[in-house]
């Protein structure tokens, strides 16, 4: 929806200069270095850390591709030259131009932010059956309802014995799980046993069939010698009546599921999820089948919903927007959701419409562009004191960018989680620095280094389907081996302490 051509240079105050003007030497022209067209020129991939510094780079892995060239053109002070009626608001504590804010703090800022909309409206707490559980955060410690295991079990299918062999077998049936308690097992006897039936009282050991040979007499030997207590669970092993297995604020995972269930639970109390609600904004975007006609498909439709959900939210709505102002600000101001997300019109195209229609409904600017590539037009505002919107750039990696970087932290907060500890590897190979920005680089994790990804351009979901993480790069870049923050990614993160 951007409807214009990245600006050539100079760049304005948010000028790299130098670097831009190196990159502009290396690569090729400007119009044609936009990702769609030089994806088309096939590209090849010598060693990545000579390539690092190459503009030309096909797939995304060079800093000169558009997320590193350093021409963040004040979308602020693009839309008020044109179509935008009222002149930019800026965020607290900036004055006049533009300024993008740094990414540590744009992650705080947002994080705040989901503590004191919390504070304002404090989720309700919901009581759900397990099966409805699954995504929720936990409102109370999980306490364990019984001893677990409740009863002495058998660990193994064989035989229980009293007292030293050989043993008389007892020619009851055998005793099998799921069965009431039985009486006492003699001394000199044994009995069938099944892996997680109740041990009968007064058995002393269970002795694997395996491990065990019975004459025609109805006596039983062991193979081995017999270790008093052997292959018996003994009550209470993995946790007493009322001792804490999870803290309130533990996700509900399938795991956590099965452990409630085990513990005696029907039902969970939870915290209700923070709403969300995807706007997707761009008339250019097909929601099925091939491009055509200058049409592409909406990648981040179906990317976002389940991301949210697996950070903890609940999706209300994922909804197409036309570019359109009224309608967009109709949108915002509609939805019912805590945070409402948008996907593209962060930038100052002829359609981008998201600056002004915020200005025009009072929202408060927190974060206004970040210092970050890519996704360094995406923004953080504040509709009401419990509502938030969170402007994701179109551009999809992009728009990953501002998931992780401002949606994140402000979810973790409304839903009460834990920060996930940070997490630190070395990067395989060198990976240079923006002048001015972090790079947010997708990485795979392999025999503890972070290889970085190729097809990395802002407009490419390849490499990031194939990721573990993002890594932070610093400003400085990184060299080969140089430990390097990794942004985890839902489904591949480490994960978070208990009380085990
Ligand atoms: N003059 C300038 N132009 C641009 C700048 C800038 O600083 N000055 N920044 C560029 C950067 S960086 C980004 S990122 C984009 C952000 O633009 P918008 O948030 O306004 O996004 P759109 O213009 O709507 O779309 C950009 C791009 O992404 C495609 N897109 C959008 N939505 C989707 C979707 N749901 N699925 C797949 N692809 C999507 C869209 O078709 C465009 O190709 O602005 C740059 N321009
Ligand atoms: O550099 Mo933009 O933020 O393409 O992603």
Same mark, same amino acid.
């Given at each position: 929806?951007?409807?214009?051509?990245?600006?050539?240079?100079?760049?304005?105050?948010?000028?790299?200069?130098?670097?831009?003007?190196?990159?502009?030497?290396?690569?090729?022209?400007?119009?044609?270095?936009?990702?769609?067209?030089?994806?088309?020129?096939? &590209?090849?991939?010598?060693?990545?850390?000579?390539?690092?510094?190459?503009?030309?780079?096909?797939?995304?892995?060079?800093?000169?591709?558009?997320?590193?060239?350093?021409?963040?053109?004040?979308? #602020?002070?693009?839309?008020?030259?044109?179509?935008?009626?009222?002149?930019?608001?800026?965020?607290?504590?900036?004055?006049?131009?533009?300024?993008?804010?740094?990414?540590?703090?744009?992650?705080?800022?947002?994080?705040?932010?989901?503590?004191?909309?919390?504070?304002?409206?404090?989720?309700?707490?919901?009581?759900?059956?397990?099966?409805?559980?699954?995504?929720?955060?936990?409102?109370?410690?999980?306490?364990?309802?019984?001893?677990?295991?409740?009863?002495?079990?058998?660990?193994?299918?064989?035989?229980?014995?009293?007292?030293?062999?050989?043993?008389?077998?007892?020619?009851?049936?055998?005793?099998?799980?799921? +069965?009431?308690?039985?009486?006492?097992?003699?001394?000199? /006897?044994?009995?069938?046993?099944?892996?997680?039936?109740?041990?009968?009282?007064?058995?002393?050991?269970?002795?694997?069939?395996?491990?065990?040979?019975?004459?025609?007499?109805?006596?039983?030997?062991? #193979?081995?010698?017999?270790?008093?207590?052997?292959?018996? !669970?003994?009550?209470?092993?993995?946790?007493?009546?009322?001792?804490?297995?999870?803290?309130?604020?533990?996700?509900?995972?399938?795991?956590?599921?099965?452990?409630?269930?085990?513990?005696?639970?029907?039902?969970?109390?939870?915290?209700? !999820?923070?709403?969300?609600?995807?706007?997707?904004?761009?008339?250019?975007?097909?929601? /099925?089948?091939?491009?055509?006609?200058?049409?592409? !498909?909406?990648?981040?439709?179906?990317?976002?919903?389940?991301?949210?959900?697996?950070?903890?939210?609940?999706?209300?709505?994922? !909804?197409?927007?036309?570019?359109?102002?009224?309608?967009?600000?109709?949108?915002?101001?509609?939805? /019912?959701?805590?945070?409402?997300?948008?996907?593209?019109?962060?930038?100052?195209?002829?359609?981008?419409?998201?600056?002004?229609?915020?200005?025009?409904?009072?929202?408060?600017?927190?974060?206004? &562009?970040?210092?970050?590539?890519?996704? +360094?037009?995406?923004?953080?505002?504040?509709?009401?004191?419990?509502?938030?919107?969170?402007?994701?750039?179109?551009?999809?990696?992009?728009?990953?960018?501002? %998931?992780?970087?401002?949606?994140?932290?402000?979810?973790?907060?409304?839903?009460?989680?834990?920060?996930?500890?940070?997490?630190?590897?070395?990067?395989?190979?060198?990976?240079?620095?923006?002048?001015?920005?972090?790079?947010?680089?997708?990485?795979?994790?392999?025999?503890?280094?972070?290889?970085?990804?190729?097809?990395?351009?802002?407009?490419?979901?390849?490499?990031?389907?194939?990721?573990?993480?993002?890594?932070?790069?610093?400003?400085?870049?990184?060299?080969?081996? /140089?430990?390097?923050?990794? %942004?985890?990614?839902?489904?591949?993160?480490?994960?978070?302490?208990?009380?085990?």
């Amino acid at each position: 929806m951007t409807g214009q051509d990245p600006a050539p240079g100079p760049y304005g105050p948010d000028s790299t200069d130098g670097f831009d003007e190196a990159l502009a030497l290396l690569g090729p022209p400007p119009h044609a270095r936009s990702g769609g067209a030089r994806a088309g020129t096939g &590209g090849h991939s010598g060693p990545a850390g000579h390539q690092a510094h190459r503009s030309e780079d096909p797939v995304g892995a060079a800093p000169g591709d558009e997320d590193d060239r350093a021409r963040y053109t004040p979308t #602020r002070a693009g839309a008020a030259a044109g179509d935008h009626p009222a002149p930019p608001a800026t965020p607290a504590g900036r004055s006049g131009e533009h300024r993008a804010t740094a990414w540590e703090a744009a992650r705080a800022t947002a994080e705040r932010a989901g503590h004191r909309a919390r504070a304002a409206r404090p989720p309700r707490t919901l009581r759900l059956p397990l099966t409805e559980a699954l995504g929720h955060t936990l409102a109370e410690p999980l306490t364990a309802l019984t001893d677990l295991p409740p009863f002495d079990t058998s660990a193994m299918d064989g035989w229980a014995v009293a007292g030293p062999g050989p043993w008389t077998i007892h020619e009851d049936t055998a005793v099998l799980a799921g +069965h009431a308690a039985r009486e006492a097992l003699p001394d000199g /006897e044994a009995v069938r046993i099944a892996t997680g039936a109740r041990v009968p009282p007064d058995a002393t050991a269970v002795i694997r069939g395996e491990h065990a040979r019975a004459d025609a007499a109805g006596r039983l030997y062991a #193979r081995r010698p017999v270790v008093h207590g052997q292959d018996i !669970r003994p009550r209470g092993q993995e946790c007493r009546t009322g001792d804490r297995l999870l803290p309130a604020t533990a996700e509900v995972t399938p795991a956590v599921l099965g452990l409630a269930a085990a513990a005696g639970y029907d039902e969970l109390t939870v915290a209700a !999820r923070p709403r969300v609600a995807v706007l997707v904004l761009g008339d250019e975007l097909l929601t /099925e089948g091939l491009p055509h006609d200058g049409l592409v !498909r909406d990648a981040l439709g179906p990317m976002l919903a389940p991301w949210l959900r697996a950070l903890g939210a609940e999706v209300t709505a994922v !909804r197409r927007v036309t570019d359109d102002a009224d309608a967009l600000r109709a949108a915002i101001t509609g939805a /019912e959701a805590e945070l409402v997300l948008t996907t593209g019109g962060t930038a100052a195209g002829p359609v981008d419409h998201l600056h002004s229609v915020l200005d025009r409904a009072g929202a408060e600017p927190l974060v206004d &562009g970040v210092k970050a590539r890519p996704g +360094h037009p995406m923004l953080l505002a504040r509709l009401a004191p419990d509502r938030h919107l969170v402007g994701l750039p179109g551009n999809p990696l992009a728009a990953v960018s501002g %998931l992780l970087t401002l949606a994140a932290p402000l979810l973790r907060a409304l839903t009460g989680r834990p920060a996930p500890e940070p997490y630190w590897l070395p990067v395989r190979e060198e990976l240079p620095g923006h002048p001015y920005d972090v790079r947010l680089v997708p990485v795979v994790r392999r025999s503890g280094w972070a290889e970085p990804l190729r097809f990395r351009g802002p407009a490419m979901l390849r490499g990031v389907a194939a990721a573990d993480g993002l890594a932070v790069v610093p400003i400085d870049g990184a060299r080969a081996g /140089e430990p390097l923050e990794i %942004l985890a990614l839902p489904w591949s993160g480490p994960t978070e302490g208990c009380f085990t």
